[in-house]
């Protein structure tokens, strides 16, 4: 029984990826850089002994290095050619090369391949001339996944190559490659394609495929492809077959998990307008309809950085992805918001959709997402709040102001010196600002909104004041809860030099290099006073840790030689001292001379005087 064409079609299909690869540096799209630096390096004969390419997934890392390869060995039609920046794809190294089929050119996963066993294997074959190209050429992805010891077996190779070896690596995680290796090779940072770019090359792909797909689909496939090719060729194979030929804008939509733009819109407006129960109505419908809720609070994000372009640059609404509708409708809510709601909205989205990423129930923390951001509609953004101080600093029937108290009234301290300020607005709902001195200025922080500058020179503010000893330096980090900054002043700095606004100091190789950086600036903020803050290579005095330590050694002995104590480890042999530091006065005054601890009805309990 013979097979129907459509399955032999289908047995033959060749995804777009694939089936488009680009062959030379013309079909390769947004890479111009460099292809002229490389078109050069030709020209001029400064070719690299050892090329390394980065850049995100899907970007054209592995094909460029291809194409690299047959434009070093292409012989051209006649046999008689050199290396060139355009390879023909007819002879017979162009072609083997293309089909990975080549002797002379080898291409290695280093994802699978690690070890030093492996790169021992091209130490051993670079001694060796090419077979029949011009060079032998090592193609190694994801190079960034060799091991340690791979990378130094590479080294001395990768340094000193014999002249018919070249060496081309790829990788995404560029930072993970030693800095040795870097140095050997020449860099090429392959960019994310624009999004203008990928909707040209796809609708030409789709022409050829003979499939029609709405412009807005092409865009929504586009921005979803976030500058990989390969990506966007996948979801454009995946659009195809959703849409059997013609592919609309919803279809995509929904084969993405987007929410409709207007929707978002719709979505938007209500919290801007506080309406908690029509924005959950409204997430919950979008929900129901194949919408993702982080898609959703993404869309949110990027329509936050969207309103907020327009009322800065207008023109920044003029793009391919929105239509005049929207771009009047953006205008108007834009027009409608202040830059610091936007700036608030985008902070709190931003902490919500990493709160949603982690939540076992996605939905349910959107909608938590939305409830904070409804309420914090209906709240003054810190700078309204300030000129409501300033109109009315001793507060007035909707709130108090207190200055070192806190938000209900009582006597707790302000954080990092700060005034802090209660009330509450129309609704009843209940909101605390902080305020902090910078810079001759003060900054109003409210719940998770993002601090605003504003001149306040008026603004109650309480500083603490100056530390008298070192010790009270690191017990003011703690404080104000800096408990890393804490402990490295209390176990790894040796002291030289402290006075109120000056310290001098040793620091142990461990001590991370901002520490004095971080000081600085808590405690200008702290004590209103720049510190000077510096290191020197002085002995300097033992750690606070160790004068510690060295005190309880001191007192364990002295406490060892007092009769009371001699009596009661006598009277209980396995008993120890413990708790030394808090219970040693009170073994040290109980020995006054006046009590005959083993004759007499004195009792001693092991707890009380930290024995166990």
Known sequence: ????????????????????????????????????????????????????????RGVGKTTTARIIAKALNCIGPDGKGGPTIAPCGQCDNCTAI?????????EMDAASRTGVDDIREIIEGVRYAAVSARFKIYIIDEVHMLSRNAFNALLKTLEEPPEHVKFIFATTEIRKVPVTVLSRCQRFDLRRISIEQLNAHFSKLAKLEGCEIEDKALSMISRAAEGSVRDGLSLLDQAFAHGAGAVSEQQVRDMLGLADRAQVLDLYKAIMKGDTADALTQLRHQYDHGADPVVVLSDMLELTHWLTRLKVVPDAGEDIVTSEAERKE?????????????????????KGLEEVRIAPSPLAATEMVLVRMTYAAKLPTPGDMVKKLQDNPQGGPGGAVSSGG???????????????????DNSGAPKA???????????????????????????????????????DLVALFE????????????????????????????????????????????????TGKNWLISQTTERGDDTLYEQELEAERQLRQRLSQNPLIKAVLEQFPTAQISDIRKKADEFLLLDDGSHDFVNSDFLVDEEDFGLE
Request: no cysteine; charged share 20%; proline share 5%.
């Open 1 to 56: 029984m013979s097979e129907t064409p459509s399955k032999i079609k289908d047995e033959n299909y060749r995804v777009l990826a694939r089936k488009y690869r680009p062959t030379n540096f013309d079909e390769l799209i947004g890479q111009e850089a460099m292809v002229r630096t490389l078109s050069n390096a030709i020209e001029t004969g400064r070719l690299a002994h050892a090329f390394i390419l980065t850049g995100v």
């Open 98 to 106: 293309a089909e990975s089929r080549h002797v002379d050119v080898m």
């Open 330 to 350: 953006g205008m108007e809510i834009a027009t409608g918001l202040s830059m610091p709601i936007l700036t608030r909205s985008w902070q709190m989205l931003m």
């Open 406 to 424: 806190n938000a209900s009234g009582g006597n707790a301290p302000a954080a990092r010196g700060a005034g802090q300020i209660s009330g509450s």
């Open 433 to 471: 600002f902080q305020v902090i001195r910078s810079n001759g200025q003060a900054r109003i922080l409210a719940q998770d909104y993002v601090p605003a500058e504003v001149n306040a020179p008026d603004a109650d503010v309480v500083y603490e004041p100056n530390p008298e000893t070192f010790a």
């Open 479 to 526: 404080r104000y809860a800096e408990a890393s900054i804490a402990f490295q002043l209390n176990d790894n700095i040796h002291l030289e030099k402290f006075e109120p606004g000056i310290v001098v100091f040793r620091q142990k190789d461990q001590v991370p290099s901002n520490l004095i950086g971080r000081m600085a600036d808590l405690l200008k903020q702290w």
